[in-house]
């Protein structure tokens, strides 16, 4: 029953949001085996002053090479170019705890390669965090994911 919330830059247009949501949701229904109604996805759009890295500002013209330091007192880095950083995403997903790491690791390899083809981030700048949670912490229409109707239930129209 996963939620995936995205956070990124503005730069999608109405379309490219909608193929990415029917691709997120194509590769979790894939990937976990898993039931497309119970899929949500959200889109936040941020601007890039909203956003940090390495304690810089993602809107500050040197956040390509200030983004990428690996060592606070040296402030070296791994920036090959100056080219300016055109998106960040960071994509967090609410979900049972019921897969093991196997399916995860799969999950989010295929998730990247999503993510870097519908935003400008590269991938450095796409973050993905996953965040388990019981069963019975996950309601919907009044029941628990503990429920042994929790599908029927949570389907009711009324």
């Given at each position: ?9 503005p ?6 949001k ?16 898993m ?24 809107s ?25 950083v ?61 429920n042994e109707?929790f ?8």
């Open positions: 029953m996963p939620l995936l919330s995205l956070n990124t830059w730069a999608m247009s109405r379309d490219t909608r193929q990415l949501i029917h691709q997120l949701t194509n590769i979790t229904v894939e990937t976990l085996n039931i497309p109604d119970k899929i949500q996805v959200l889109i936040h759009e941020q601007e890039p002053e909203n956003f940090g890295k390495a304690g810089t500002m993602a500050d013209p040197t956040f390509s090479s200030e983004s990428r330091i690996t060592n606070w007192q040296t402030r070296a880095s791994y920036a090959t170019d100056v080219t300016p055109a998106g960040m995403a960071i994509l967090t997903i609410d979900v049972w705890d019921t897969f093991d790491q196997e399916i995860k690791d799969a999950w989010v390899n295929k998730l990247t390669e999503v993510l870097s083809l519908f935003t400008p981030a590269p991938g450095d700048k796409i973050l993905i965090l996953i965040r388990e949670m019981s069963p019975g912490n996950w309601a919907q229409n009044s029941v628990t994911g503990r109707d599908l029927t239930k949570s389907r009711r129209l009324i």
